[in-house]
């Protein structure tokens, strides 16, 4: 009975296995990068979180007093300067707009009357926060998570539209080579020559704040080192024989190029992805720093980054700490994922 | 060779030219006029237009580029529109105290990550080799930013080991004994971590060569293996990393600058581009592209040097 | 202990070049700019810094005096304060003999003296068209004849030889200046470093770059300029003797320092170091550290700097660790307003008809100042209530122009002009089409601050809105073309006259420095009226009623002026703010 | 075989590797042998047989991580047991006493010392010598192992030398200190058949000179018939056979080892299918089948003719110049149906560029291939893509030409996707699973991936995937040169079983004269790009017309010839 002999040696042969899963498998082996991989899809995780409002969506509510100290810290208690209304000098009565001299002083007199409708009741402010408040009195905890929903959202996002813009590219003038090859060289060289951050500052300057700007403006001057890893990788895979037996079975240009090639350079697109990942999120950090960065009403590791020196003359750094737990924790966590992806997803083991 | 380096020099035209390209698309399109800098509090029509027609922004886009590129050409970048004062004096000065900076970094740098990089090569998945590892892992993850605040806020200002900031423009060597100090700490700090790693993996790289087992074959020590068949060998990729970055040296490190009030090429381009003023963006981005270029080139030739098996064509 | 060796070598090298100086040669003024200046052309700049160095190497006619407040007006290069015919229209100034200008190649080894044709020549340079003077308007429309002068060269070059009869040197130390128009500003104008004497031989020996050639009869020259980060001024050897012209109050810190200059030749220190330092943080430190002698408190440290004094509301004291260092603080109020104006000729916020009124003032009222003063200004700042700076004369200390905060009566008169609450939970124009308006700013971390407080001011009236983030240059261009619906905005006093702020708000200067292009006829015709008045209770119930009308209709959110700090080390002596002279260096004197 | 005494003897060595996934490896199981002095001992295996690791565990270069030796092997030299020595010990031996050369000569030395310094540098550790003089001997190495102009010679960078100069070097640097004991690990697997020659001549010379013992390791028996004194035959760890030469070739004791001697094809005789290692495993004794007969016949039909095709390189040189490099001159044959043309040269000789530009993966410069009639070369690429499928290629490397991201199911159904053949992809599975069958692979093989097959099921994948397209000619390019000799039997038989049975015409390309004699019905010899000789393959093996052609043939291995015992 042919077919189930067929079928019995087939249960006791282990399960077919991918390059991806050979990976998957040697990382699960890789202690620091499998503990690495989970701190990363935390972030992530979290990243969803707080972009999908679960978490820390009151983080621009003014819930303490402006600059209070973590809760486990001590802090000599805050002077508040006294107000002026900038009339200590005067001489004698006040002097008001009268009503007959004010052009709405009709609105303004119902205005008055209807005004108790909108008369609220001020929360009483807290000094017992988990990381302290900020000059605004918002809590630093929740602005950190917020924060660290925006800094992955603009690493991840940007990352990957500059790894698809250096591929894409890269696959061209490395996979076609000649005329092609030598535009687009071009276009690289020039952009490799200008300083990346002239770039980022320009860019930067003509589109403002805010998160599409922030990933466009990244991925654009981040494109370059994909695209010269990718041309290298097409270079070599296009005369693979693998590719060339593509040829021969007739698989065209666009299928040698994005079906028979890409599979087996995206390993290096993952490490790519993922340095690329920590890059910018440290190149968000200096542009927010440097006032382009994310809107008002959104806060990043970056804008939180652009009060601390400010702060830190004051003495508030729990701000900083914040940030930079969190900025660390995440980054170490990516790095060593990377390495142990480069170790595990290399096709030379195998 | 010379036909080489010939041939290298006649390509790079067109990326310069792309170069100038580039820049005055961004800067013209987004650079803002400066026109309303230098107008003053009280604007009228006729002052502006009579500023604009001395920086020569009432031309037409393509004269503009042309008179660009004739700039570029005789490398004369005219007059700064914030400062009045010739570019090419401007830079002339900047680019002393960039070098002092970044040279030391540079030196300094290389001179301690390379050791270090070998030696925990040569200890690879040991205990030193995975503690090194780590400990550049975490560093890397701080954002520069960081150091440069906390390193002057801490040594600086409380610990007072070091001047807060600033610079003797007499004296470049006077100026690297008492500002360059704690700016080159901050920079290591930064830089050192990522480096130990890049020529780490070089080193490693070469260690799995066939060679070094010919060379353990013939009964070397590992210390002969390491230091003169594998040094010599990963120190090509060192080579051209170190020279790729050469150009950065002359733009010297903005943060570092901006912040220690070191009056670099890096701290005038954050000005410049703050204030619009053209002439000296287009200045210094033409200085480092074409320093780009020929760093590379230089870089190439130098591989040649060291690698025998390098051909140029 | 090493630093301090380097810098005594540093200091014995530049004192071996020098001869025999007044001011002493070893003392050293170490002080920073927050910002670069552009250059030393007096005709050239507008900026502060620039103008601040030009102060200090060029001799304007009459001058502020260094301890008199308010500001009282001096006779500098002049031998008394000048004539003024009875129509308010010629003014006399007679220069005195034997003042010098520093020497410079351009004067051949001759010493060159200072005449009325010098400060004709400047005043000339201002308006010509080839020197593209950003401050000629100061005098264009105001001299009689220049205007028709310039108007009528057509492209030709200016001639500086002819004479012209708004402006005459009668003989080589009399200067006659005919008006247009009488105008009480005028000599205040002439205060400005703007038109101060420049040397003709030296502008023309230098044409190419008069930015970098300063020449003067001050009490410093240019000794060495790297541009954008340090300038160095070096005594002039050739100033003319000067002492402490007042006493000033003649108490508290005007005694002190009249007793410590009193019968002094200035100036003291005869080397200035200035350095361009435009982080906060590097400045505070150097300063602490000694590198600076004195230096603005920056006010992102004010808590950790200064307290309230307790002793003198609304005033601060150092914080015993600085005091007890022999740190001296000194408070002044700037003379300045700081506002968000709104486009008056913007379809959704500007106009006079009422319902735009009360959306512009829904909005003043939810705007938080004192807390702006609070936790942006650290409390260093005083709500503004008034156009005209506080200390200047024609400012009523009694009027109280500002709009007090009260969201709650902001979102009922938002109501009442018929801007409903819409389904989404923010209101509406009155006819329902969606209202969002949009704020100008810069995109720096401090911008970033005050855009948020501008949010929440917005979220408390269920406004939509957003941000408009350009470079600062961009967004002037758009506010001088009308293109901006609100801008934050600043003025600091060219000079002490309540018509350099009231001409904010004068109709034909839109696109110039009315940029909320607030066109009001009576404010107008007021204005125009005022600029001829002497001081008077009568120009006084004016600028009050041009204040009220601004009050109603509403065309600036006020926000509020700035106190400006200045912390001193112990050993500087003879400093005091002064509203005008950001740097009067020749008072200053070192004793170590 | 008097005075045999012992220089090295290998006791009971266990070596074990662990695998990253947990599980070990044996890769010895307790082998013994002994390493006489002044002796040639060749230890013959195929892949996997645990020859090179036996080498490096007596060199002391296994991996220090994830290799275990057992505590009672023992690796004796001279009566001391190298796996208790200390490093130091070990390195005074390594180089000096115990030496050894490897596969690839260009990796093995350092790229950028010259050679004579790596000479030298031996003589300098080992042998004492000054600066001066070992550079002066290292010339004087060169010079005995046969490198012309030595003193330039040991100038040069190894990449400025051929495969066979570099090998001489490596052997210059382990003869420098008059070893005794050489261990050659495959010296002369990546060399020409001509160079392999000389090297194996070189070695045979120095180690009568030198009175040295080598360990010549090897997978091709063929090779070490003419001069080892002992043979020791490896398989999966353990040792089959070990004997003197004469009685293992002539009465070889083990089922293996027979085995291996019969399943490479010989010059001698052609038997109808090449003998597998299964063969003489069964209990029953092997009958060898007839041979058969080869060569063109008059009435075979022409698919394919060849006319004076030409393929030149460009190469840049100096300031925009560039050189035509002419790496296929004039080359014309026609390729009749049902039948095997087989190109045969060494490297260089631009065998395979004739091969790639039939399938257009080149550019011919000139010249006309007409597949029944119509010129292939001549065609635009939408008209060439009907005749694509007709011309199939096999590639040599069987671990690149398969995709390792595809699993073998889609590797196979993607040219009739592409070709459209088969209406769904049920039917197309159907195809392949056939086809798998045809080739000899289950057809559970669809859902796996290439890494998890042997080279040898991968190159038959590689023909399942030409044969999807039902082409007629097919293209062999060194298609069994990288496979072990008993695999590389079975993959010939195939390709004969497919011929036989689809009338395929096959343009077989290799180095390696046995195997195209055994498979071609013509022969055609290339050198530097031409065509020397042409002619019917056992009338070219029987009587060569050129030099050239004879250079070749002698240089073949004759394997065992009693005369290298009594020498």
Redesign the interface.
């Given at each position: 009975m042919p077919t189930s002999n067929v079928a019995s040696s087939a249960a006791t042969e282990p399960a077919s296995r991918s390059l991806w899963s050979l990976g998957w498998q040697r990382l699960k082996r890789d202690r620091v990068g499998y503990v690495s991989l989970w701190v990363v899809v935390f972030f992530m995780v979290l990243g969803a979180a707080v972009w999908s409002g679960l978490l820390a969506r009151g983080w621009d509510q003014e819930v303490g007093n402006p600059n209070t100290a973590p809760m486990w810290a001590a802090q000599e208690k805050l002077q508040h300067t006294g107000t002026s209304d900038g009339m200590e000098g005067a001489t004698g009565p006040i002097i008001r707009l009268t009503p007959a001299e004010d052009p709405i002083a009709d609105m303004l007199a119902a205005a008055e009357h209807n005004k108790s409708k909108y008369q609220t009741m001020e929360a009483p402010k807290t000094d017992a926060l988990i990381l302290g408040s900020d000059q605004r009195g918002r809590s630093v905890f929740e602005k950190v998570l917020q924060g660290t929903g925006t800094s992955m959202l603009v690493g991840i996002f940007g990352a990957l539209l500059s790894v698809a813009l250096g591929t894409v590219l890269g696959a061209f003038a490395g996979y076609f080579g000649g005329k092609t090859d030598d535009f687009l060289m071009?276009?690289y060289?020039?952009?490799?020559?200008?300083?990346d951050?002239?770039?980022l500052?320009?860019?930067a300057?003509?589109a403002g704040r805010g998160f599409t700007t922030l990933i466009l403006v990244l991925s654009f001057t981040s494109w370059t080192g994909v695209f010269r890893l990718v041309r290298a990788e097409y270079m070599k895979q296009r005369s693979r024989e693998y590719v060339q037996a593509a040829d021969a079975i007739g698989a065209s240009h666009l299928s040698r190029m994005f079906v028979h090639i890409l599979p087996n350079i995206s390993h290096l697109l993952l490490v790519q992805f993922s340095l690329l990942l920590?890059g910018l999120i440290?190149y968000e950090?200096?542009l927010s720093?440097l006032g382009f960065g994310v809107g008002v009403k959104q806060v990043s590791?970056g804008s939180i980054?652009g009060e601390?020196?400010t702060e830190?003359?004051q003495g508030y750094w729990w701000q900083?700490l914040g940030v930079?737990i969190m900025?660390?924790?995440?980054?170490?966590a990516v790095?060593?994922l990377t390495?142990a992806l480069r170790d595990a997803l290399d096709p030379k083991v195998k | 060779m010379l036909?080489?380096i010939?041939?290298r020099l006649w390509q790079m035209i067109?990326?310069?030219f792309?170069?100038m390209?580039?820049?005055f698309v961004?800067?013209n399109?987004?650079?803002?006029?400066?026109s309303?800098?230098?107008?003053?509090?009280?604007?009228?029509?006729d002052?502006l237009a009579?500023?604009r027609a001395?920086l020569g922004l009432d031309q037409s886009l393509p004269a503009q580029f042309w008179l660009f590129v004739k700039q570029v050409a005789h490398l004369d970048f005219g007059l700064?529109w914030?400062?009045?004062?010739?570019v090419t004096r401007?830079l002339a000065?900047r680019i002393g105290p960039s070098l002092t900076l970044t040279g030391t970094l540079l030196v300094v740098e290389l001179c301690a990550a390379l050791p270090i990089a070998v030696l925990v090569a040569y200890y690879r998945?040991k205990l030193i080799d995975r503690v090194v590892?780590?400990v550049c892992?975490?560093a890397?993850?701080?954002?520069?930013?960081?150091y440069i605040?906390?390193g002057?806020?801490v040594l600086?200002?409380q610990a007072?080991w070091f001047?807060?900031?600033?610079?003797?423009?007499?004296s470049l060597l006077?100026s690297w004994?008492?500002f360059v100090p704690l700016p080159l700490i901050l920079g290591l700090a930064v830089s050192l971590a990522p480096d130990v790693r890049f020529y780490r993996s070089f080193v490693v790289e070469e260690l799995q060569?066939?060679?070094v087992?010919?060379?353990?074959?013939?009964?070397?020590?590992e210390r002969?293996v390491l230091f003169k068949?594998v040094l010599?060998?990963a120190l090509?990729p060192v080579v051209t990393t170190v020279a790729s970055s050469l150009p950065?040296l002359v733009?010297g490190s903005?943060?570092l600058e901006?912040?220690?009030?070191i009056?670099g090429m890096?701290n005038?381009?954050?000005?410049a581009?703050?204030?619009?003023d053209f002439p000296i963006?287009k200045a210094?981005?033409i200085t480092?592209?074409v320093a780009?270029?020929v760093f590379n080139l230089l870089a190439d030739v130098l591989y040649k040097w060291?690698?025998?098996?390098v051909e140029l064509? | 202990m090493i630093?301090k060796g380097?810098l005594i070598a540093?200091l014995l090298m530049g004192a071996g070049l020098v001869p025999v100086y007044a001011a002493d040669m070893n003392k050293v003024l170490r002080v920073s700019y927050p910002a670069?200046e552009?250059?030393f052309d007096p005709v050239?700049?507008?900026?502060l810094y620039s103008s601040s160095i030009s102060s200090n190497i060029f001799d304007t006619l009459v001058a502020y005096d260094y301890l008199s407040r308010p500001l009282k007006l001096i006779p500098n290069t002049i031998s008394a304060m000048p004539e003024i015919s009875a129509d308010g229209k010629v003014y006399t100034f007679h220069i005195r003999k034997g003042i010098y200008f520093a020497d410079d190649p351009a004067f051949k080894g001759k010493k060159r003296e200072l005449t009325a044709e010098d400060y004709a020549y400047s005043l000339k340079r201002l308006v010509d068209?080839a020197v593209?003077?950003?401050?000629?308007?100061l005098v264009e429309d105001v001299i009689e004849g220049l205007h028709d002068y310039v108007k009528s060269l057509n492209g030709k070059a200016l001639d500086y030889d002819k004479p012209l009869p708004g402006l005459r040197a009668l003989d080589r130390y009399t200067l006659q200046i005919r008006l247009k128009e009488p105008n009480s500003s005028f000599i205040y104008i002439v205060a400005m470093s703007h038109l101060a004497a420049v040397a003709r031989e030296v502008i023309e020996a230098n044409v190419a770059?008069t930015?970098?050639h300063p020449v003067g009869t001050g009490p410093y020259r240019l000794a060495?300029w790297?541009?954008?980060?340090?300038i160095v001024l070096e005594a002039n050897p050739n100033f003319r003797d000067y002492t402490l012209p007042t006493e000033g109050s003649g108490k508290g810190l005007d005694a002190q320092i009249a007793a410590d200059l009193k019968g002094k030749k200035l100036p003291l220190v005869g080397r200035v170091e200035v350095?361009?330092?435009?982080?906060e943080?590097?400045r505070w430190?150097?300063f602490?550290?000694q590198?600076l002698d004195y230096a603005g408190v920056p006010f992102s440290a004010v808590n950790t700097i200064m307290q309230p004094d307790p002793a003198r509301p609304g005033a601060f004291k150092l914080l015993k660790k600085w005091s007890n260092m022999g740190i001296q603080l000194q408070q002044e109020l700037a003379p300045e307003v700081t506002y968000t104006y709104f486009n008056m000729k913007d379809p959704v916020i500007g106009g006079e008809d009422k319902q735009h009124i009360a959306l512009r003032r829904a909005i003043s009222m939810a705007y938080d100042v004192q807390r702006e003063i609070r936790d942006i200004r650290k409390g260093q700042a005083k709500p503004m209530q008034n156009i005209i700076p506080r200390g200047f004369v024609g400012n009523d200390p009694n009027y109280h122009g500002a709009v007090d905060y009260d969201p709650a009566l902001a979102n009922a008169l938002l109501d009442e002009a018929g801007y409903k609450i819409g389904p989404d939970g923010f209101r509406a124009n009155p006819d329902g089409s969606r209202l969002e308006l949009e704020m100008a700013t810069s995109p720096s971390a401090l911008d970033r601050i005050y855009n948020e407080a501008w949010q929440s001011a917005f979220d408390r009236i269920k406004i939509h809105l957003r941000f408009k983030v350009?470079?600062?240059?961009?967004l002037?261009?758009a506010a001088?073309e009308g293109k901006l619906q609100m801008w934050g905005s600043a003025?600091t006093a060219?000079y002490p006259g309540a018509d350099n702020f009231l001409q904010l708000l004068y109709g034909p200067n839109s696109?110039?420095?009315n940029n909320g292009n607030f066109q009001n006829k009576e404010y107008d015709e007021l204005y125009r009226k005022t600029l001829s008045m002497q001081d008077s209770p009568e120009r006084n119930a004016i600028y009050l009623r041009m204040n009220k009308i601004v009050t109603g209709l509403a065309p600036w959110a006020y926000q509020d002026a700035r106190i400006n700090n200045y912390v001193i080390n112990p050993y500087v002596h003879g400093f005091k703010q002064h509203p005008i002279y950001y740097s009067p260096f020749m008072f200053i004197d070192i004793r170590k | 075989m008097t005075d045999r005494e012992i220089l090295l003897s290998v006791r009971d060595l266990k070596v074990g590797f662990r695998l990253e996934d947990g599980g070990r490896f044996e890769a010895l199981k307790g082998i013994n042998f002994d390493i006489p002095r002044n002796r040639t001992v060749a230890l013959v295996g195929e892949s996997g047989s645990g020859k090179s690791v036996t080498s490096m565990a007596i060199?002391r270069?296994l991996p220090e991580?994830g290799c275990e030796i057992d505590a009672a092997s023992e690796i004796l030299f001279e009566g001391k047991n190298l796996l208790k020595a200390t490093t130091g010990e070990?390195?005074?031996?390594?180089?000096?006493d115990i030496?050894?050369i490897?596969q690839?000569p260009m990796?093995?030395?350092?790229?950028?010392?010259t050679v004579g310094d790596q000479i030298a540098?031996?003589l300098i550790?080992?042998a004492g010598l000054g600066r001066a003089a070992a550079a002066a001997r290292a010339v004087e190495l060169l010079r005995e192992v046969g490198l012309p102009e030595p003193e330039k010679r040991a100038r040069a960078?190894p990449?400025?030398l051929s495969g066979g100069q570099q090998q001489r070097v490596?052997i210059a640097?382990a003869v420098a200190c008059e070893p005794k004991l050489l261990i050659a690990d495959e010296p002369t697997t990546a060399l020409d058949v001509t160079i392999q020659k000389q090297i194996l001549e070189l070695l045979a010379n120095l180690q009568k000179k030198h009175g040295m013992s080598v360990l010549f390791i090897t997978h091709d028996l063929g090779v070490v018939g003419e001069f080892a004194d002992e043979v020791i035959v490896m398989r999966h760890g353990v040792i089959r056979e070990q004997g003197s030469s004469r009685q293992v070739f002539e009465a070889p004791q083990d089922a293996y080892t027979r085995a291996l001697m019969a399943c490479r094809p010989a010059l001698a005789h052609r038997p109808e299918r090449l003998a597998v290692i299964d063969d003489f495993l069964q209990p029953e004794p092997y009958v060898p089948p007839p041979d058969r007969a080869r060569g063109y016949a008059p009435e075979d039909r022409t698919v394919l003719d060849v006319q004076d095709l030409c393929v030149n390189f460009d190469i840049?040189?100096?300031?925009?110049r560039k050189r035509k490099f002419e790496a296929v001159k004039n080359v014309s044959f026609k390729l009749a149906k049902g039948r095997t043309l087989g190109i045969v040269g060494e490297s260089g000789s631009g065998k395979t560029t004739v091969g790639l530009t039939l399938m257009r993966l080149r550019q011919a410069a000139s010249g006309k291939a007409l597949f029944d009639g119509k010129d292939i070369l001549a065609m635009n690429p939408r008209e060439f893509k009907d005749y694509k499928r007709r011309i199939q290629i096999i590639f040599q490397n069987p671990y690149a030409s398969l995709n390792p991201r595809f699993t073998v199911g889609s590797i196979l159904t993607e040219p009739l996707r592409l070709h459209g053949i088969g209406s769904n992809q049920a039917e197309r599975e159907k195809i392949v699973r056939e086809l798998l069958d045809r080739v000899g692979l289950p057809s559970r093989a669809m859902g796996k991936y290439a890494h998890e097959f042997s080279g040898g099921q991968r190159q038959r994948i590689a023909i399942a995937r030409c044969l999807t397209l039902k082409p007629e000619i097919l293209i062999c390019d060194e298609s069994v040169s990288a496979l072990d000799v008993s695999v590389q039997a079975q993959v010939l038989n195939l390709l004969q079983d497919l011929q036989d049975e689809f009338k395929l015409s096959y343009l077989f390309i290799s180095h390696d004269l046995a195997v195209v004699k055994h498979i071609s019905d013509q022969v055609m010899v290339m050198n530097k790009g031409e065509v020397v000789e042409q002619a019917d393959s056992d009338q070219i093996y029987r009587a060569p017309a050129c030099d050239y052609t004879r250079r070749l043939l002698g240089s073949i291995p004759r394997g065992w010839t009693p005369a290298a015992d009594a020498a």
């Open positions: 071009w276009f060289s020039v952009f490799t020559s200008v300083p951050m002239l770039l500052l320009a860019f300057a003509v920590v440290k950090v200096i720093f590791w980054l601390v020196p830190l003359m900083l930079v900025m660390s924790t995440l980054v170490t790095s060593m390495d | 036909g080489y010939i041939r067109p990326t310069l792309g170069v390209l580039l820049v961004v800067f399109w987004v650079g803002g006029d400066p309303y800098i230098l107008a003053g509090k009280r604007l009228s029509p002052a009579a500023i001395q700064s914030s400062l009045q004062q010739p401007i000065e998945a590892t780590i892992t975490v890397m993850s701080v954002s520069s930013l960081v605040i906390v002057q806020y600086a200002y007072d001047p807060v900031q600033g610079w003797y423009d007499d006077h004994l008492v060569q066939d060679y087992r010919t060379a353990r074959a013939k009964g070397l020590s002969v068949h010599r060998n090509i950065f733009l903005m943060l901006r912040f220690f009030g009056p890096g005038e381009l954050l000005a581009v703050d204030k619009s963006i210094i981005t480092i592209a780009t270029m060291i690698d025998p098996r064509k | 630093k380097l540093a670069p552009v250059g050239k700049t507008t900026d068209p593209h003077s950003p401050t000629g308007y770059n930015m970098a060495e790297k541009p954008g980060n340090k350095s361009i330092i435009e982080e943080q590097p430190l150097s602490v550290n590198q350009a470079k600062w240059n961009e002037y261009k001088t003025w060219d696109g110039q420095t | 060199m270069l991580f070990i390195r005074s031996l390594r180089g000096r030496t050894m490897f690839e990796t093995s030395l350092n790229p950028v010392f540098e031996t550790v080992h960078y990449h400025q490596m640097i840049r040189e100096g300031l925009f």
